[in-house]
């Protein structure tokens, strides 16, 4: 199993520093007026006579070079040792399926220039407030982004996200930074992002590069209105095509809507977009919760949802639909839960609903509201590691076929309730079905110790 350390960093960037750069703060406003609505704007690839703001600084500072490979962070980066190498591609053939590789928080919560890499069971160890939510909470708001919800949507409490020792500069302004590297076809694409919490939340800066070159940049230069100016690679006549984009979305998610594709250089754009938001879009947040799975489920409660309380009518469903699934499903959890287990379904339990039980083999029938937190949260993990995007609440990328994306599953807490058998025995599956490639896990724990019984699983140890 490959471990890997990162510390917290305390204290500020330095004097006068705030949480996200300077270089995303608005310049003066040498471009144009921005165009009509900017969801109303029809796509253009032609620049713009503007003045030559593309060469303006970048709107957020990499936490590493693009490349090749994702770097594993040094000391010197994150205040951080690592005990095995990279965690990228390098010299090796590109991944298949887009799939998020590294996770930066530049400036996040509790976290500052912090580099993590994730590989397909990615167990996140550290105790109590070593920000293993707090790197979650950020790979579920870049998800959530990459589907297009807007950034109060996704950051309802904005200033939690910001450090706490972020001094905010002469115009009151505090902020954060996330970002991210996905492989996949293209090799490593990167994106960062910089978000103005305070006074009011709006996106001040994204980038998203790859092999070096700078696809997309956008920048925010008048503070009066409600949009940030985009410039992504054409790679024609014009070497950038310049316009307005709405503050309060991801940029790289729009692209397919603006970028027409015509040359070479808006190829490549809208391919390294389509395998960012590919990487980041199917993602599932588990979070049992046992007090909710014991009551019975509506019969047509549809997909498994985030905190699994419609346990019951999801096994009602997949039970007819897929036997082998359902035999794989059983095994697990008669390695998971007590006694012996014949069979796992759901059964009506009158006025429209089904409650899920444990065939114990002798005519004997366990209602799952008999069984332990420790037995249903393992039931319910089991579930989704044995599933997919049809039976889960996830938004996929609805426009790429199944067999080129990756489910990625984020478990806070993946520890709570488990006794040891328990634990190896999720840990086993989850080694198996992440080594299938059409799924992958980042989970937290708290125990370091808990990981060690799984080679496949890359441990991330975040130590204070």
């Known amino acids: ?241 310049r316009a307005a984009l709405p503050d309060d979305r991801l940029g790289t998610a729009l692209l397919p809507l603006r970028v027409a594709g015509r040359t070479e250089g808006q190829r490549q754009v809208l391919a390294a977009a389509e395998q960012m938001v590919v990487a980041l879009r199917s993602v599932f947040v588990c979070a049992p919760r046992p007090e909710r799975m014991r009551a019975p489920a509506p019969v047509d409660a549809g997909r498994l949802t985030r905190g699994c309380d419609n346990l019951a009518a999801v096994l009602w469903r997949t039970r007819a639909e897929c036997g082998r699934r359902h035999a794989l499903l059983v095994e697990a959890v008669r390695a998971g839960c007590a006694g012996p287990v014949a069979d796992v379904y759901a059964e009506p339990a009158g006025e429209g609903r089904v409650r899920a039980v444990l065939d114990r083999g002798n005519g004997t029938r366990t209602g799952f509201e008999r069984l332990g937190d420790g037995e249903l949260r393992y039931a319910a993990l089991a579930l989704v590691l044995l599933t997919g995007p049809g039976v889960l609440e996830v938004d996929s990328a609805g426009e790429v076929p199944e067999a080129l994306q990756t489910l990625t599953v984020l478990v806070d807490g993946l520890d709570v309730g488990l006794d040891p058998r328990q634990r190896a025995a999720l840990l086993g599956l989850a080694g198996r079905m992440c080594e299938r490639g059409h799924i992958r896990l980042a989970g937290a724990v708290s125990d370091r110790a808990w990981t060690g019984e799984e080679p496949a699983a890359r441990m991330v140890d975040l130590v204070r």
């Open 1 to 241: 199993m490959r471990t890997e350390r990162f510390a917290l960093v305390a204290g500020s960037y330095g004097p006068g520093m705030t949480a996200f750069p300077a270089s995303a703060a608005p310049a003066p406003p040498t471009v144009p007026s921005p165009p009509r609505d900017p969801s109303q704007t029809p796509r253009t690839d032609r620049a713009p006579h503007t003045s030559s703001a593309a060469s303006t600084s970048p709107a957020v500072s990499p936490a590493v070079s693009p490349a090749a490979s994702v770097a594993v962070p040094s000391a010197s980066a994150s205040g951080a040792s690592a005990s095995s190498g990279s965690s990228g591609s390098s010299g090796a053939a590109r991944a298949e399926r887009a799939c998020v590789a590294e996770l930066r928080l530049s400036a996040f919560a509790g976290h500052r220039r912090v580099r993590l890499p994730f590989g397909p069971l990615t167990l996140l160890a550290g105790p109590s407030g070593s920000g293993k939510t707090g790197v979650l909470r950020a790979y579920e708001a870049l998800a959530r982004l990459a589907g297009g919800a807007s950034l109060d949507e996704v950051f309802p409490d904005p200033a939690a996200c910001v450090p706490e020792d972020a001094r905010p500069d002469g115009q009151g302004r505090r902020g954060f930074r996330i970002g991210c590297t996905a492989d996949g076809p293209l090799g490593p694409v990167r994106l960062d992002i910089a978000v103005q919490a305070e006074p009011e939340l709006r996106v001040v800066g994204e980038r998203l590069s790859a092999g070096g070159l700078v696809l997309l940049e956008t920048a925010l230069r008048d503070p009066a209105r409600r949009t940030v100016e985009a410039s992504w690679h054409t790679g024609g006549p014009a070497a950038v095509t």
